[in-house]
């Protein structure tokens, strides 16, 4: 069964550094989400992917938050530097287009110290 | 802005009871609306999608309804399982963009 492939599982980081997740979607998806997820809270998207275009970035911290898709395949979200708040569960997410089922991966779980 | 309450937060219930599960949305102006699992520490599992002209959807012992004029869907969960202990997420699909709710977190005891 196709899946929503992401890595690393588990990342812990010193703040102030440099941490990148990547995400693979179900092959033959156009769109692509980041969500963020704090203990206790429902996903809040981060940025949403339409093939390699943003489509949504309005709630992604741009001062030190980026992502990109170039090939409009995979995916990486970057924080740079990382601070203590980062801490969370950072979700993609694919779609075959936009408004239809979502399917989600594994999250990566970010801890900041 | 789309607000989407989930209620109640968290619920016990014995072993074979009937779960229901409610979710309110602010904006009934949806493309559809969506019911996750999420297991603690894992990502979301896709359980039901409900499209906007749709009443209800069932998936074995899953059945989701959708009203979206007074913008409300229930999950009803029947003869529930250990297995079934975990949180259920509410998304709704509307202006291109998932807006979820809180959960509901369930525990049913053997």
């Known amino acids: 069964e196709a899946e929503v492939a992401q890595s690393p599982r588990y990342k812990i980081t010193e703040k102030s550094q440099a941490v990148a997740f990547w995400c693979d979607p179900i092959?033959?998806?156009?769109?692509l989400y980041w969500y963020r997820q704090i203990l206790g809270q429902g996903p809040e998207l981060l940025v949403q992917?339409?093939?390699?275009?943003?489509?949504?970035d309005s709630q992604l911290p741009k001062d030190r938050f980026s992502a990109e898709r170039l090939k409009g395949v995979d995916s990486t979200l970057k924080i740079q530097p990382a601070e203590l708040g980062d801490s969370a569960m950072y979700l993609c997410?694919?779609?075959?287009?936009?408004?239809?089922?979502?399917?989600f991966g594994q999250g990566t779980r970010l801890t900041v110290v | 802005k789309q607000e989407v309450t989930q209620i109640p937060a968290a619920l016990s219930v014995p072993e074979g009871e009937n779960l229901v599960l409610n979710c309110s949305f602010t904006?009934?102006?949806?493309?559809?609306l969506q019911w996750f699992r999420q297991d603690p520490g894992k990502g979301l599992t896709s359980l039901l999608l409900?499209?906007?002209?749709?009443r209800e959807q069932t998936s074995g012992r899953l059945n989701a309804s959708l009203d979206k004029s007074s913008g409300r869907s229930t999950l009803y969960i029947a003869a529930s399982q250990p297995g079934d202990s975990a949180t259920y997420l509410c998304?709704?699909?509307?202006?291109?963009?998932?807006?979820f709710g809180k959960g509901n977190q369930v525990v049913v005891i053997p």
């Open positions: 997410a694919s779609s075959l287009r936009m408004n239809t089922e979502a399917f």
């Open positions: 092959s033959g998806h156009a769109t």
């Open positions: 992917f339409q093939d390699e275009s943003v489509v949504d």
């Open positions: 904006d009934s102006a949806i493309y559809n």
């Open positions: 409900i499209q906007s002209s749709q």
């Open positions: 998304a709704v699909d509307g202006n291109n963009r998932l807006a």
